[in-house]
Every structure is written in structure tokens, then in C-alpha cells.
T-cell receptor, first 114, second 115 residues
Framework: DTAVSQTPKYLVTQMGNDKSIKCEQN?????MYWYKQDSKKFLKIMFS???????INETVPNRFSPKSPDKAHLNLHINSLELGDSAVYFC?????????????FGQGTRLTVV | AQKVTQAQTEISVVEKEDVTLDCVYE???????LFWYKQPPSGELVFLIR??????QNEISGRYSWNFQKSTSSFNFTITASQVVDSAVYFC????????????FGQGTELSVKP
């Protein structure tokens, strides 16, 4: 029944490692997003995909690479992890073209880089 | 550029008090949408309400009410008779038409309701 699900919920890893976060939505939405929430709780968009096409890339380091195999999935791969990447990453989805619709968020992935 | 400001970083009230969370937004666009989300201690983001720029009608849902005023670019949120379960971080967000659906969030207001 989960609308937007992302895995894992917690991720602890060492600096320099590469890791991925997976996201899936079963709402039939055509647009998916990644947001980053920093230690001060500030939420900022990172990427947006519409029907597998990248439409927003908000000056995110190229160590972060989103991949959308289909419109129901948007994964986030992070290379050469740094301490500053520690944050909570939220996946979300909405229906584009109908911007009045709300975005539905996954439960978040807390990434800790040590 | 668009911006959302939630000037109240933290608010602490005692149960049954009424509390208003302020939200001020900036945009030059005439078509935009405003949202409130709740983030309880468990961490998920829960949608509460959306409002479009052409609809200034206030809304009430149970103990929650929202006051949208374009003249002051504000979209304030009031909780009546607050309860401990209302303790959370509340985010106001702006979405502008034709920008890929991205949400621009305010800094959040952490509400603590004490018994």
C-alpha cells in the first residue's frame, strides 16, 4: 500500500565509498524528485525526472547521479562519499501538468558518512 | 527568484493553547501554489494542505485552519486547542507554475506542545 517507498531507511558508510538509494512509487505519477534535508532540517530539491527525463538538476555535485529506469523508479547513486553528504534524502512523486497536486514523499533515507 | 520564509524557528506551547505558524512567500509569478507539510519526530513528510494563487478562501479542517492573504504574501497556519501529537516540524512550501513541479521550502517551524 505504500505510495512512495525508498530503501534503505538508514545507511552508514565510510568516506570514499559509493552507495545507492532506491525509490519506487505506485501512484502512477509521471514526475519524481530527490530532496536533501540537512542537519538544520532545511529541505532543498536536488533532481526532478519527468517520464524518465531529467528536468531539474539543482547545482548538485556530479558525484550524485540519478537514474530513472522507468517512470515509477528513481534511484540515486552517490560516488566517493564525503562527510558533508550526511543528510536525510527524500524521494517524492507528483503528477506534472497538474501542478496543484501535492507531492508525496517517501519515508526518507538517513545517510551517515563516517 | 522565489523564496519562502518561516521566521519562527521554534515555538513552545502548552496543550490546549492555540498557535499560529507564519509563512511569507516571494514570487513574481501570478500562478503558484502553496503547501503545508508536517514532519513528526518519526521523520516522514505528511501533506496537510495546498492552495492555489487564485483561491484566497480560508480553509478549516478540524483543529487546523489556514489563512491565505495575497496582499501580504502570507499563508499562515493555525492549530486550535493544540495537542501533544501536534509536536512536529511544520514546513510551508511554494510551487511555481512551469518549473518542473519543484517545491521551495521554508526553513520549518518546530512546534513543541507540552502537556
Amino acid at each position: 500500500d505504500t505510495a512512495v517507498s525508498q530503501t534503505p531507511k538508514y545507511l552508514v558508510t565510510q568516506m570514499g565509498n559509493d552507495k545507492s538509494i532506491k525509490c519506487e512509487q505506485n501512484l502512477g505519477h509521471d514526475t519524481m524528485y530527490w530532496y536533501k534535508q540537512d542537519s538544520k532540517k532545511f529541505l532543498k530539491i536536488m533532481f526532478s525526472y519527468n517520464n524518465k527525463e531529467l528536468i531539474i538538476n539543482e547545482t548538485v555535485p556530479n558525484r550524485f547521479s540519478p537514474k530513472s529506469p522507468d517512470k515509477a523508479h528513481l534511484n540515486l547513486h552517490i560516488n566517493s562519499l564525503e562527510l558533508g553528504d550526511s543528510a536525510v534524502y527524500f524521494c517524492a512523486s507528483s503528477q506534472a501538468g497538474t501542478v496543484n497536486t501535492e507531492a508525496f514523499f517517501g519515508q526518507g533515507t538517513r545517510l551517515t558518512v563516517v | 527568484a522565489q523564496k519562502v520564509t518561516q521566521a519562527q524557528t521554534e515555538i513552545s506551547v502548552v496543550e490546549k493553547e492555540d498557535v499560529t505558524l507564519d509563512c511569507v512567500y516571494e514570487t513574481r509569478d501570478t500562478t503558484y501554489y502553496l503547501f503545508w507539510y508536517k514532519q513528526p519526530p518519526s521523520g516522514e513528510l505528511v501533506f496537510l494542505i495546498r492552495r492555489n494563487s487564485f483561491d484566497e478562501q480560508n480553509e478549516i479542517s478540524g483543529r487546523y485552519s489556514w489563512n491565505f492573504q495575497k496582499s501580504t504574501s502570507s499563508f499562515n497556519f493555525t492549530i486550535t486547542a493544540s495537542q501533544v501529537v501536534d509536536s512536529a516540524v511544520y514546513f510551508c512550501a511554494l510551487r511555481v507554475y512551469n518549473q518542473g513541479g519543484k517545491l521551495i521550502f521554508g526553513q520549518g517551524t518546530e512546534l513543541s506542545v507540552k502537556p
